[in-house]
C-alpha cells in the first residue's frame, strides 16, 4: 500500500515564520518521519467519513483547513515520561483485544460489558447499555437514569444511527421561568428536566440488540443490591460535595456508613432503592419509567421540590433516532450526531447560534450547513494569523455559552464489526443536587443547559436566542460520541467527558492519531490545549514542552497551566491488522495502577472466575481463546479473593 504523503517540515515546526518546537536535527528528522510514516501507512484511503457532533466535526474540518491554530502546537507536545497519576508502566493501561473491547472508566463496568459481549453473545449496543447501567449506580454523581444522553452506532451492514435521548423542557417550562434566580436552573426541582436515557437505551435495544431486556439489568441490580466498593474518584467527588450530601442525609444515606460517617474509598455501597427500581425497568420496560409506579414517585418528588415535571411530561418523552452526521477527514469516514450536540475560537462562536434543530422558530438550519461550508472554513483560515491571536471580539461570537461539567463515555466495538459511542450525563456533579429516595434516582439539572434571558455573562455576552426555554425542547449539548470508518470496518470509537473541553480533546485525539501517527495510548497520556473563545485563556496540561507554551505566549495568548484539562477521553481503536487497543484515560481521572482491593461485588467475582488473572498488559478471556477485553482507570482488572471482599 502506497504510504501517504507526510510534509517533512510539518513534523518539525507549524509555520515557516515561527517555529513551535527547535529545529531538529537530521538524525531526529529521520527518526520522526519514520514513525510517522510506519504508523499512518494504513489509513490512506478516500472513504468518507462518518459522523461526529455537527460542532465537532465541523470543527475538524476548520481546523485542518487553518493547520496553524492552536490545537496544532498540541501535536509537538512530549509524550511525559512517567505518567501523572501513578508509578508503573503507561502500557500496563493499554488493552489489547482481537474481537472486541469495552471502555469506560469504571473498572467493574467496562467488564460487565466485556461479560455481555463474551457469555451473552451481546452486540456492542448490549455492552454499552449494560455498562452504562453500571455507571449510573457507582458514579451516580455524573450519570444515570435520572439523565440522558447521545449514541451513536455503526452496524456491521454499513448503516449508522444516532440516537438523541437528550433531556427535554418539562410542558409547563417557559424562557424566563429561572429569571428571578438563575441558580435555581443548577439545584432544586425546577432544575430537572425530563430524563431521557431510559427511553434512549430502549430504542437502541429494540434497533440493534440481542440479550434480552432484563438481562442487561441484572448486574447493575446485583451491584446495587449485594453491594460495590467506592471507587476513588467518586470518594473525592463526594469530598467536594460534602456540605450537600450532609444537608440531607434521607436522600443520600447510601453515600453513608451507619455511624453517620460518609463512606471512604474501598467502603462498600449498597443502593437498594436504585436495584428495585431498576428490576421494575427490566420486567416492565420503559413504560413503568415513563408511565407507571416510577414515574408517579418522580412527579411527586420533583414537585416537592419546587419542580414542574409532571406524569404528562414523563409520558410525552421519546428518544429520536436520527441518520449520523457524516464527514470525511484524514481517509476516515467520521459519524458523529447532528446538533443539538459543538474548533476552538471561531467554532466556538458559530456554536452560541445553534440549538435544537426541532425547535422550528430559531432551528437556524442555514446557519448550522454555513458551518460545514468550504466557504466558511475558507473564511476562517483567511482571518486567523500564524504569528499572532486576536481578542474574542475579532471571531464575532453573537451569544453567550453556557457551560457544562460532570457526564460518562463508553465506547464499545463488538466482534461482528458493530460499533457504539455513549456519552450520558445528569450534567453537573450529582446533577440537580436532589435524589428521590423511593426510587434511589439521582435526578439532572438539564434545565441549566438553556440560556437564561436578562443574563449577560462577565463579557456582557447576551443568552442565546436559540437556545431559550421552550416546552418540551432539548438543550445544546457539548458531547461528541463520535465513530471513524477505514476501510468498510469501524477505526477509532471515542468520546469524552468535560463539557466543552469534550471537543477540543476529541478534535485532538484525531489530530494526533490519524494526521502524526500516535498510538492510541500516547494520544490520551499526551498533554493537552484547549481553548473555547471566552474566556480568552489558553488552558494546557502539565507536561507540555516548555518551547510549545513560550510560542503559544509569543502569538499573543494569555497562557495558563492546570494540571489537567478536565475531559476524560474513552476510546477503542481498531489497528489495520485488525488488533484492538483500548484505553480509558485514568490519568486524569486519578486512577491509580495495580489497586489492593476491587470494586466488584461477589456475585461478580463468580461470574468473572474464569477470566484469565496472569498478570499481562494483554489479557484475554479463556473460553474459546475469545478476547474481549476492558480498559479501565485501574489499567488491570484486579480478581479479588474472598479475602478482599466484605463478609
Aim: hydrophobic share 40%; aromatic share 8%.
Amino acid at each position: 500500500m502506497a504510504l501517504p504523503p507526510v510534509d517533512e517540515e510539518a513534523v518539525v515546526v507549524a509555520d515557516e515564520t515561527t517555529p513551535l518546537v527547535r529545529p531538529a536535527t537530521p538524525s531526529e528528522a529521520r527518526v520522526r518521519l519514520t514513525a510517522v510514516k510506519r504508523r499512518v501507512s494504513s489509513y490512506s484511503s478516500n472513504r468518507s467519513v462518518s459522523s461526529i457532533s455537527p460542532v465537532t466535526f465541523f470543527a475538524c474540518l476548520l481546523m485542518l483547513a487553518i493547520g496553524n491554530t492552536i490545537l496544532a502546537f498540541a501535536v509537538f507536545s512530549r509524550i511525559p515520561s512517567s505518567p501523572r497519576h501513578d508509578g508503573g508502566d503507561p502500557r500496563n493501561h493499554l488493552i489489547t483485544a482481537h474481537r472486541g473491547a469495552v471502555a469506560s472508566d469504571v473498572e467493574v463496568c467496562s467488564q460487565i460489558g466485556v461479560n455481555t459481549l463474551r457469555m451473552r453473545n451481546g452486540t456492542a449496543v448490549d455492552a454499552a447499555i449494560a455498562t452504562a447501567l453500571c455507571i449510573g449506580v457507582v458514579n451516580m454523581y455524573a450519570s444515570g437514569i435520572g439523565g440522558g444522553g447521545f449514541m451513536v452506532v455503526r452496524a456491521p451492514d454499513g448503516t449508522s444511527s444516532s440516537l438523541n435521548f437528550r433531556e427535554m423542557a418539562p410542558g409547563a417550562s417557559h424562557r424566563d421561568m429561572f429569571n428571578h434566580d438563575p441558580l435555581a436552573a443548577q439545584h432544586g426541582g425546577l432544575a430537572v428536566a425530563i430524563p431521557g436515557e431510559v427511553a434512549g437505551f430502549y430504542a437502541a435495544w429494540k434497533l440493534y440488540g440481542r440479550v434480552p431486556w432484563r438481562e442487561l439489568f441484572a448486574p447493575s441490580i446485583a451491584l446495587c443490591e449485594d453491594g460495590v466498593r467506592v471507587p476513588m474518584f467518586l470518594r473525592h467527588v463526594m469530598e467536594e460535595c460534602e456540605w450537600l450530601l450532609q444537608a440531607d442525609k434521607k436522600e443520600w444515606g447510601f453515600l453513608f456508613r451507619e455511624d453517620g460517617q460518609m463512606l471512604q474509598e474501598g467502603d462498600v455501597m449498597y443502593r437498594p432503592a436504585l436495584g428495585k427500581t431498576l428490576r421494575l425497568i427490566a420486567e416492565g420496560g420503559p413504560e413503568v419509567f415513563y408511565e407507571g409506579s416510577v414515574a408517579r414517585s418522580l412527579a411527586k418528588f420533583v414537585k416537592a421540590k419546587g419542580g414542574v415535571l409532571t406524569v404528562g411530561d414523563m409520558k410525552e418523552y421519546t428518544a429520536q433516532v436520527d441518520d449520523t452526521l457524516k464527514v470525511w477527514a484524514f481517509g476516515q469516514e467520521i459519524l458523529t450526531c447532528p446538533p443539538p450536540c459543538r474548533t476552538m475560537k471561531w467554532l466556538s462562536a458559530g456554536r452560541t447560534e445553534l440549538g435544537d434543530p426541532f425547535d422550528e422558530a430559531v432551528s437556524n438550519v442555514a446557519r448550522v450547513a454555513e458551518i460545514q461550508s468550504k466557504q466558511f472554513a475558507a473564511m476562517v483560515r483567511r482571518n486567523i494569523s500564524d504569528d499572532r491571536t486576536y481578542g474574542w471580539k475579532h471571531y464575532n461570537p453573537s451569544y453567550e455559552f453556557k457551560e457544562s461539567r460532570g457526564t460518562s463515555h463508553m465506547s464499545a466495538l463488538d466482534a461482528e464489526g458493530m460499533a457504539v459511542a455513549l456519552t450520558t450525563t445528569v450534567n453537573l456533579y450529582f446533577g440537580a443536587r436532589i435524589c428521590d429516595p423511593e426510587t434511589g434516582i439521582v435526578l439532572n439539572d438539564e434545565m441549566d443547559d438553556f440560556s437564561i434571558p436578562g443574563t449577560d455573562n462577565a463579557f456582557r455576552l447576551q443568552p442565546s436566542i436559540y437556545n431559550y426555554i421552550k416546552p418540551f425542547k432539548r438543550p445544546l449539548s457539548s458531547t461528541a460520541p463520535t465513530i471513524t470508518v477505514y476501510n468498510g470496518y469501524p477505526s477509532l470509537i471515542i468520546g469524552g467527558s468535560g463539557g466543552s473541553r469534550i471537543v477540543t480533546s476529541v478534535f485532538l485525539s484525531f489530530i494526533k492519531i490519524y494526521k502524526w501517527g500516535y498510538s492510541l495510548l500516547d494520544t490520551i497520556r499526551s498533554p493537552r490545549v484547549h481553548h473555547q473563545l471566552i474566556p480568552e485563556v489558553a488552558y494546557t496540561e502539565a507536561g507540555l514542552r516548555d518551547d510549545i507554551v513560550l510560542g503559544l505566549k509569543d502569538r499573543g495568548h494569555v497562557v495558563e497551566e492546570l494540571p489537567v484539562i478536565g475531559s476524560v477521553i474513552q476510546a477503542v481503536h481498531r489497528l489495520p491488522d485488525g488488533e484492538i487497543h483500548a484505553v480509558s484515560d485514568y490519568w486524569r481521572k486519578g486512577g491509580t495502577y495495580a489497586r489492593k482491593h476491587s470494586y466488584l461485588s461477589l456475585p461478580l467475582v463468580q461470574a468473572l472466575s474464569r477470566v484469565s488473572r496472569r498478570p499481562s498488559r494483554v489479557k484475554s478471556c479463556d473460553d474459546d481463546q475469545f478476547e474481549m477485553q476492558h480498559a479501565v482507570i485501574q489499567g488491570r482488572r484486579h480478581i479479588p479473593k474472598q479475602t478482599d471482599l466484605p463478609s
